[in-house]
């Protein structure tokens, strides 16, 4: 069974400040990776994937994320927060050919400080 | 286009009543999952069905956790004879195949009393 880690559960940071947020997971087949965003008092959404190619995924709003396999980590960055990147953030994975459901960590809580 | 829609958005229930929880998938998806979402945790997966067919069910947490999409489009999660511990935000996504990516629809929030 898969297994998702996200090692910080809430971070506090100023404006224009640099983020990264870590997610590894264990499993030792073909993945795919998710990180997915919940801004207060809307539903998930899908801020990058990866299912295969370049190791390094560009989303939305300025993120991304590297997916790097003899870690197994997908962690995800940001050069400079704004307040709005305020959310949950939570990184998931299922199986390559993704027959199943996703696997989720607990989730970090991002606060941004103006 | 319109996306995800699930019905009710909040649901009380008296511990030992059943509940139904409806999920509206996005036009033309084949697969339909369905996550329980508790206080301060991330999506636990519950359910999976491609089409009308339910393939994985190896998530839902006891026998009162009953889903279905007899037409292959709306699903309906039920359970029956609620306990406190089902109290949860209950999460509905859909795929165009089982290998894309999931979009998740707002959620259901179940209190149980």
């Known amino acids: 069974a898969q297994s998702v880690s996200q090692h910080n559960h809430h971070v506090i940071l100023s404006e224009a400040a640099s983020l990264e947020l870590g997610c590894n997971y264990s499993?030792?087949?073909?993945?795919?990776l998710f990180w997915y965003v919940q801004y207060p008092g809307q539903h998930l959404q899908l801020l990058l994937k990866y299912f295969s190619g370049d190791p390094l995924v560009k989303g939305i709003k300025g993120f991304e994320a590297e997916f790097i396999k003899s870690k197994f980590s997908f962690n995800l960055r940001k050069p400079s927060v704004q307040w709005s990147d305020t959310a949950e953030y939570f990184c998931a994975v299922n199986r390559g050919g993704g027959a199943d459901g996703l696997t989720f960590g607990k989730g970090t809580h991002l606060i941004i400080q103006p | 286009g319109a996306g995800v829609s699930q019905s009710p958005r909040y649901k009380v229930a008296k511990r030992g009543q059943d509940v139904a929880l409806r999920c509206d998938p996005i036009s033309g998806h084949v697969s339909l999952f369905w996550y329980q979402q508790a206080l301060g945790q991330g999506p636990e997966f519950l359910t999976y069905f491609q089409n009308e067919a339910q393939l994985d069910k190896s998530g839902l947490p006891s026998d009162r956790f009953f889903a279905e999409r007899p037409e292959g489009s709306v699903s309906t999660l039920k359970i029956q004879r609620t306990q406190q511990e089902d109290s949860a935000v209950y999460l509905c996504?859909?795929?165009?195949?089982?290998?894309?990516?999931?979009?998740f629809g707002p959620g259901t929030r179940l209190t149980v009393l």
């Open positions: 996504a859909s795929s165009s195949d089982r290998s894309d990516t999931q979009y």
């Open positions: 499993y030792g087949g073909t993945v795919n």
